[in-house]
């Protein structure tokens, strides 16, 4: 009987080790698989996100923006750009991940090159799903607005010109263009009124620069640093103009004139605008329904997007 009694209880033990090992494993992936601020480019690259009791449009759309993500990076952690870490915040807020991970992705984009362009933009963080960080959100476009007086117009026209055997004209002239396009979408509250009239003078010179050299003004023609002026003006024009240029844009992006995320922002506003959906889900707080797989896949091959 004293054998049958210690056998059991070996039983019970050897079940009790396994269940412990069991939960010490879960845990310990559990650690390994959080996110943290200096490893977080790889552990992005790494992540697979659980559906759990997402609707199956957010899980969708969370994943989508996280494979686009990934592929344009080429998986490799040094090359993420400004574009990637507002997608991946965007993202992991429609995935529902914990407060403690949005806030690291939040940190990141901050952090990243050129983020006050962002943070700036008209209706950018508008929408309500932004809200689980909207205090540090709010506080972040004010630092932005109170360093850019300081850092605006610090770039020297003339030597840019010179350095990059650019046309200073051209150059002075786009640069205007990019002050104009952002003179009034920058303040708390836009006057549509005068920004329209901005808007369409700005579409007559895009107009007579394409007219002038028959093709989009970019990378070659006035550098990486004015090579998106061009888009920014068609982004914020009509749809017939938008309708226009795209097949121009999109040439440029495959001629490497210009990067491809403006190409596919432009794509997300003129198919919201026009069929009430879009793409790639660049357009926040317009109300554009996201589209389906198979239109997404659609538009991707019409406009050569890998």
């Known amino acids: 009987m004293y054998f ?22 879960c845990n310990t992936q559990t650690n390994e698989s959080r996110f943290t601020f200096d490893d977080f480019e790889r552990q992005v690259i790494a992540y697979e996100p659980n559906q759990n009791d997402l609707s199956d449009k957010d899980y969708n ?11 344009d990076v080429k ?3 040094s090359n993420f750009n400004l574009a990637d870490y507002f997608n991946i915040f965007s993202s992991f807020i429609t995935l529902k991940e914990d407060e403690e991970v949005i806030k690291i992705a939040f940190d990141k984009l901050r952090s990243a090159e050129g983020s006050c362009e962002y943070f700036l933009a008209s209706k950018m963080f508008k929408s309500s799903k932004y809200d689980i960080l909207r205090e540090e959100i709010n506080n ?64 007559r010179i895009i107009d007579s620069l394409y ?48 990067n491809v995320t403006p190409l596919k922002m432009l794509i997300d506003r003129f198919y919201g605008l026009k069929y009430g959906y879009q793409i790639f ?26």
């Not at 300081?150 to 786009?174: F, K, M």
């Open 211 to 258: 007219y002038v050299h028959q093709t989009y003004i970019g990378k070659t023609l006035v550098g990486e640093e004015f090579e998106s002026v061009m888009w920014s003006v068609i982004q914020h024009s009509n749809l017939e103009m938008m309708e226009r240029y795209l097949p121009i844009i999109q040439k440029a992006v495959a001629d490497k004139e210009l």
């Open 140 to 203: 972040q476009i004010l630092a932005c607005k109170n360093a850019t007086p300081t850092n605006a117009g610090s770039l020297d026209l003339e030597e840019y010109s010179q350095q990059n055997n650019l046309d200073p004209d051209l150059i002075t002239l786009v640069d205007k263009l990019l002050k104009s396009d952002e003179k009034y979408r920058k303040e708390d509250t836009t006057d549509w009124s005068k920004q329209s009239l901005i808007d369409k003078e700005n579409q």
């Open 75 to 77: 998986n490799d952690p």
């Open 281 to 306: 889900g660049s357009q926040s707080g317009f109300g554009f329904e996201l589209a389906d797989e198979n239109k997404r896949r659609e538009i991707e091959l019409k406009y050569g997007i890998e």
């Open 61 to 71: 759309y969370g994943v989508m923006i996280l494979s686009d993500m990934k592929r």
């Open 4 to 25: 049958y009694e210690k056998l059991n209880r070996m039983k019970f033990l050897f079940v009790l080790l396994l269940i412990t090992s069991f939960f010490s494993n």
